[in-house]
Each structure stands twice: as structure tokens, then as C-alpha cells.
């Protein structure tokens, strides 16, 4: 079947810049997972477009389900250990209340950028839902009941709690039709979205087949960048033939090998979760940060001069970068192959352990070294810092120049920026 080409304003308006905005978010956005949900079966189901799947899935409107989903990632990263935490917008958190909660679903949601996960999650309309992150010996879990909005994790006996969900801002996981906190989407629909919404002329989308997910009937929709350069190969979104709801989000490299992005339901169940579902009472003994305390100490540390035109998803760390840092982020390119181009506070490249401009921690440096790929071009001479997706050069007088391409295409860049 040839492929549908996306280009109709009316459906959704195409965010060319999601992928480079999300790259320079140092890639915390970026849900990376290996394919760990097997289909089965490939059911014989009614013909249907690309373009009648898509309306499919626009016209969803399942207001109540439950069901448990797998999450994995798999960027091709080496090990962080106890970094991982240092490099997490809003991580360090501790139990006094003033260097942030260990149960902000902000900061302990980005976890699922990592790893590979468990979840279980329940939804009753616009104003009660559920998301649960289990592990071996914890669970950490969101809660949206109402006007009440409560995150627990039960490793350190933590609790956030915001009053109206409303009001509780980003940080507070807005559980409104079922979405968790801005940049962490953590279900195939979610996925599946954020894709479908930047889709335009650059894009090919098509259906191929069907499968079998958690015991049902699914149509598999695959969209795949026209552009060369880009490191994505191709996401298969499974979607539901009865209810039109996204199953399963599968994002493989152009590169080959195993899936960069791989998130599907186990278990699914469209049915009423009981009400009990979405009532808690933190347990005696548990230490809770109210969200008004955590937005508080955030304005009062935000930057003052901020460009007004600055994403709202940007992480903490990269809001902070003042002095010539993000006022000056330009994107080069449209779609698959955008390209973002900023300025590091200073005019400098990174620092090395050995540099004058400061010490840097072993564990920071070998994790650098470990991506690093030194390249040299018109633009002089830098580093590319290389995931299974994500690629960033950082040159050596101060510029970095990030997307979801090739080594290549991001020296290309540097060298036309000349």
C-alpha cells in the first residue's frame, strides 16, 4: 500500500522542532526501549488507510481502562551507576523538604528514560487516574482523584502532594486524560502523539499488516522520515481495531539492530477500575512535600532574564544556562533531520579533567570519554557524543549542535554555519 504522506494542517499542527528540542533536553525526553513485547498472531481484519487509522485514533475517546505496560531503554549509553541522578532535572531531592522530594513525579518519572520498567495504570474519566512505576522491592505511584493529586514512593516513604491538579503545574503530573508530566510520555498513546502531532511533509506514514497485542486485534501503522541522515528508521504504532487506542509504539534505528523504542500494554482492560483504585492516605511516618513549597523554591531560583520565546519543557539545567546559552538557540533544518544549534555559557567547549577551566568528577569524564568522538571540519574541531538515537557535537570554541542524525549531518551543519 503506498504510504499516506501527512501534510494536512487541519489534522494537527506539525511541531517540526520536537525532536531537536528534545535532544538538547539531553536526552531525557528521548523514551528509548528494547523489544521486550512479543505480537502474536497477525488476526484478519477490515482494510483501512492510513488516513482512516489516523482519524482512528484521533476520534478515541476510551474514558475508562486499566492494564499493566512494559517499558524498556536501551540509547546504547554506558552505565551511569550513581550519576544517573546528577544528570536528572530536578534529582538530588532529600527528605528536608528544601532540596526537592524524591517522590516529585517531575524528577522520579524521568527514570523511565532508562532501564527497563513495569507499570500499571488506571483511568475513570477526566479527573481520576493512575500510574504506577513497580520494581522489585518498591513502588512509586501517581495518583490524580479529583481535585487531589498525590505521588508516593515507598523506597523512601516520601509523598508529593498538590491540592488542585489544575494548579500543580508541570511538576505535578498532569493526569488530565490520562498524561504524565510534560516530556515523559510513558504510554503508547502518549508516544504515539507526540509523534503524530509532528508529522508533515517529511514524513511517510502507512499501514502494514496487522498483530496481536495483549489479546487483541490490532492494525499496525508505520511511520518512517523521507529525509536521509536522520538516525530513526521507523515507528510502528499497533492500534487497537475496536477502540482506536495505540497499544503498542515501536521506534527502530536506521542503523538496524534492536529496537531504540519498544512500549506496549501486556494486559489491557477497557472496563470500570473500582473506585478504591484511586484512594491513598500517605502511611504513618511518611515525610510529604507540598507542591506549592517546590514551586516556591523554583521561582525563586529561576532566571531572571529567561527569553520569553524559551520551550517550557526545557529542564531546569538548560534554563539555567544564562550568558549566551540558550538566548541564542537556533534550528537548522525541518523534520526528521532538525538540527538544533546553541552556545555554551562562557564561549567554551567542555572542560576536561585536565583543563584550567575546572575540575571535573572521574565518573563525569569517563562517562564523556566513553561517548566521545573527536572530529574536525571548516568549523575547527570538536566532539560528537553518540547514543543509538541522539547525537551532539560540541565544538571546541563553544557551540553544540544536536539532533536525532548522523555524525555526519551534524558536521555538515557546523561546517555550513561558518
Do not use: C
Given at each position: 500500500?503506498?504510504?499516506?504522506?501527512?501534510?494536512?494542517?487541519?489534522?494537527?499542527k506539525a511541531t517540526r522542532y520536537v525532536v531537536p528540542v528534545a535532544v538538547v533536553g539531553v536526552?531525557?525526553?528521548?523514551?528509548?526501549?528494547?523489544?521486550?513485547?512479543?505480537?502474536?498472531?497477525?488476526?484478519?481484519?477490515?482494510?483501512?488507510?492510513?488516513?482512516?487509522?489516523?482519524?482512528?485514533?484521533?476520534?478515541?475517546?476510551?474514558?475508562?481502562?486499566?492494564?499493566?505496560?512494559?517499558?524498556?531503554?536501551?540509547?546504547?549509553?554506558?552505565?551511569?551507576?550513581?550519576?544517573?541522578?546528577?544528570?536528572?532535572?530536578?534529582?538530588?531531592?532529600?527528605?528536608?523538604?528544601?532540596?526537592?522530594?524524591?517522590?516529585?513525579?517531575?524528577?522520579?518519572?524521568?527514570?523511565?528514560?532508562?532501564?527497563?520498567?513495569?507499570?500499571?495504570?488506571?483511568?475513570?474519566?477526566?479527573?481520576?487516574?493512575?500510574?504506577?512505576?513497580?520494581?522489585?522491592?518498591?513502588?512509586?505511584?501517581?495518583?490524580?482523584?479529583?481535585?487531589?493529586?498525590?505521588?508516593?514512593?515507598?523506597?523512601?516513604?516520601?509523598?508529593?502532594?498538590?491540592?488542585?491538579?489544575?494548579?500543580?503545574?508541570?511538576?505535578?503530573?498532569?493526569?488530565?486524560?490520562?498524561?504524565?508530566?510534560?516530556?515523559?510520555?510513558?504510554?503508547?498513546?502518549?508516544?504515539?502523539?507526540?509523534?503524530?502531532?509532528?508529522?508533515?511533509?517529511?514524513?511517510?506514514?502507512?499501514?502494514?499488516?496487522?498483530?496481536?497485542?495483549?489479546?487483541?486485534?490490532?492494525?499496525?501503522?508505520?511511520?518512517?522520515?523521507?529525509?536521509?541522515?536522520?538516525?530513526?528508521?521507523?515507528?510502528?504504532?499497533?492500534?487497537?481495531?475496536?477502540?482506536?487506542?495505540?497499544?503498542?509504539?515501536?521506534?527502530?534505528?536506521?542503523?538496524?539492530?534492536?529496537?531504540?523504542?519498544?512500549?506496549?500494554?501486556?494486559?489491557?482492560?477497557?472496563?470500570?477500575?473500582?473506585?478504591?483504585?484511586?484512594?491513598?492516605?500517605?502511611?504513618?511516618?511518611?515525610?510529604?512535600?507540598?507542591?506549592?513549597?517546590?514551586?516556591?523554591?523554583?521561582?525563586?531560583?529561576?532566571?531572571?532574564?529567561?527569553?520569553?520565546?524559551?520551550?517550557?519543557?526545557?529542564?531546569?539545567?538548560?534554563?539555567?544556562?544564562?550568558?549566551?546559552?540558550?538566548?541564542?538557540?537556533?534550528?537548522?533544518?525541518?523534520?526528521?533531520?532538525?538540527?538544533?544549534?546553541?552556545?555554551?555559557?562562557?564561549g567554551q567547549g567542555l572542560p576536561t579533567g585536565g583543563s584550567a577551566s575546572g575540575d571535573v568528577?572521574?565518573?563525569?569524564?569517563?562517562?564523556?570519554?566513553?561517548?566521545?568522538?573527536?572530529?574536525?571540519?571548516?568549523?575547527?574541531?570538536?566532539?560528537?557524543?553518540?547514543?543509538?538515537?541522539?547525537?551532539?557535537?560540541?565544538?571546541?570554541?563553544?557551540?553544540?549542535?544536536?539532533?536525532?542524525?548522523?555524525?555526519?549531518?551534524?558536521?555538515?551543519?557546523?561546517?555550513?554555519?561558518?
Amino acid at each position: 500500500m503506498a504510504p499516506y504522506e501527512s501534510e494536512s494542517a487541519g489534522r494537527r499542527k506539525a511541531t517540526r522542532y520536537v525532536v531537536p528540542v528534545a535532544v538538547v533536553g539531553v536526552a531525557a525526553a528521548t523514551i528509548g526501549l528494547v523489544p521486550a513485547l512479543a505480537d502474536s498472531g497477525n488476526p484478519d481484519l477490515p482494510k483501512i488507510s492510513a488516513q482512516q487509522l489516523i482519524e482512528k485514533i484521533a476520534k478515541s475517546d476510551v474514558q475508562q481502562m486499566s492494564g499493566t505496560v512494559k517499558i524498556s531503554t536501551d540509547l546504547g549509553l554506558p552505565s551511569l551507576g550513581g550519576m544517573a541522578g546528577g544528570f536528572t532535572p530536578g534529582a538530588g531531592g532529600s527528605s528536608d523538604g528544601k532540596a526537592g522530594s524524591s517522590a516529585d513525579p517531575q524528577s522520579k518519572l524521568t527514570e523511565l528514560a532508562t532501564g527497563t520498567h513495569t507499570l500499571r495504570i488506571a483511568a475513570d474519566g477526566a479527573d481520576r487516574h493512575k500510574l504506577s512505576v513497580l520494581d522489585s522491592a518498591a513502588e512509586y505511584s501517581v495518583i490524580h482523584n479529583g481535585d487531589e493529586v498525590w505521588a508516593y514512593d515507598s523506597a523512601s516513604n516520601e509523598a508529593y502532594h498538590a491540592k488542585d491538579a489544575a494548579a500543580a503545574g508541570d511538576r505535578a503530573a498532569k493526569h488530565r486524560k490520562g498524561e504524565t508530566p510534560k516530556g515523559v510520555p510513558a504510554t503508547p498513546k502518549e508516544l504515539a502523539d507526540e509523534v503524530l502531532k509532528a508529522s508533515g511533509k517529511t514524513t511517510s506514514i502507512s499501514v502494514e499488516g496487522t498483530s496481536q497485542v495483549a489479546g487483541r486485534d490490532a492494525y499496525k501503522l508505520l511511520v518512517k522520515p523521507k529525509q536521509a541522515g536522520s538516525t530513526v528508521g521507523g515507528i510502528t504504532i499497533s492500534v487497537d481495531a475496536k477502540t482506536g487506542v495505540p497499544l503498542k509504539f515501536t521506534l527502530t534505528p536506521a542503523g538496524g539492530g534492536k529496537a531504540v523504542v519498544d512500549a506496549g500494554f501486556t494486559k489491557v482492560d477497557f472496563s470500570k477500575p473500582a473506585a478504591s483504585t484511586f484512594d491513598f492516605t500517605p502511611p504513618k511516618g511518611t515525610k510529604v512535600t507540598e507542591g506549592d513549597d517546590l514551586k516556591a523554591r523554583d521561582k525563586s531560583h529561576a532566571p531572571k532574564d529567561m527569553p520569553k520565546d524559551m520551550p517550557k519543557d526545557m529542564p531546569k539545567e538548560l534554563r539555567d544556562a544564562q550568558g549566551g546559552g540558550m538566548k541564542d538557540l537556533k534550528v537548522i533544518g525541518e523534520g526528521w533531520t532538525s538540527i538544533a544549534e546553541l552556545k555554551l555559557p562562557g564561549g567554551q567547549g567542555l572542560p576536561t579533567g585536565g583543563s584550567a577551566s575546572g575540575d571535573v568528577p572521574p565518573e563525569a569524564q569517563k562517562f564523556m570519554d566513553a561517548l566521545g568522538d573527536h572530529v574536525t571540519g571548516k568549523f575547527g574541531s570538536g566532539t560528537v557524543f553518540s547514543t543509538r538515537l541522539v547525537n551532539a557535537l560540541v565544538t571546541d570554541d563553544g557551540k553544540v549542535y544536536a539532533g536525532a542524525v548522523t555524525k555526519d549531518a551534524l558536521v555538515k551543519a557546523a561546517n555550513a554555519a561558518q
